[in-house]
């Protein structure tokens, strides 16, 4: 069965720079998750979206920004990185059913230097 | 808004003796609940969950757990544990309102001894 798509999986970036990450859902979810999960610590929500339009915020930084797209696929842009940035970011999705459990990628490791 | 709280950071468990993962939540209304397995660096995955009817949920893995409404609380549980178990698990819920996150706990980390 198809999974959530997460690209890249490594990053690796210097302080103030920019990175881009991408989620791809699994075919005929329409809401998508972020969220951030630091060395030893719980995964923590970002920002999600329904039917491309966001629908939910948590602890997003603002120099952090996501959309998603027509094809409902999501990107989540991160600007001026910090040291404190470097963490593990999964991409989660889910089908229109409220009583869903989130399906998680594999996540994309974010090392700033 | 909705919480979780795990009281336990670790829980060691023998090979083969019955498995006890607490979690206690708080959520305005009724709630949705959920487990998660987390195997290192690897994402989550989704063991069972607690929408309504039976208090006992059965999951993947031969994990099950009860929720108890009165108590708050939504433990998971195995009869007989493998080393293979070993992993980070995390309680999880969500309030019932459409396309409403999921809150985590901070994660117990379940180790099996052989």
């Known amino acids: 069965a198809a999974g959530v798509i997460q690209s890249p999986r490594h990053l690796i970036k210097e302080k103030r720079e920019t990175a881009t990450l991408k989620c791809y859902p699994i075919?005929?979810?329409?809401?998508v998750y972020w969220y951030q999960q630091g060395p030893g610590q719980d995964p923590q929500f970002l920002i999600s979206f329904y039917e491309k339009m966001q629908s939910d915020k948590g602890s997003i930084p603002d120099r952090f920004s996501a959309q998603q797209f027509s094809d409902y696929h999501s990107e989540l842009n991160m600007s001026s990185l910090e040291l404190g940035d470097s963490a593990l970011y999964f991409c989660a999705s889910s089908p229109s059913v409220a009583t869903g459990e989130l399906f998680f990628g594999e996540g994309s490791r974010l090392t700033v230097l | 808004a909705q919480s979780v709280a795990q009281p336990e950071d670790q829980v060691n468990v023998a090979e083969g003796n019955p498995l006890t993962v607490k979690c206690t939540y708080s959520?305005?209304?009724?709630?949705?609940l959920f487990w998660y397995v987390q195997y290192p660096n690897r994402g989550l995955q989704f063991l069972l969950k607690y929408i309504t009817g039976d208090n006992l949920v059965k999951g993947s893995y031969g994990f099950e757990a009860e929720f108890n409404k009165s108590q708050t609380s939504f433990h998971l549980k195995k009869p007989s544990a493998l080393v293979s178990d070993s992993a980070l698990y995390f309680c999880a819920v969500r309030d019932r309102r459409r396309d409403d996150k999921i809150i985590f706990g901070k994660g117990t980390r379940l180790h099996i001894l052989p």
């Open positions: 959520v305005s209304g009724n709630p949705y």
């Open positions: 075919p005929r979810h329409d809401t």
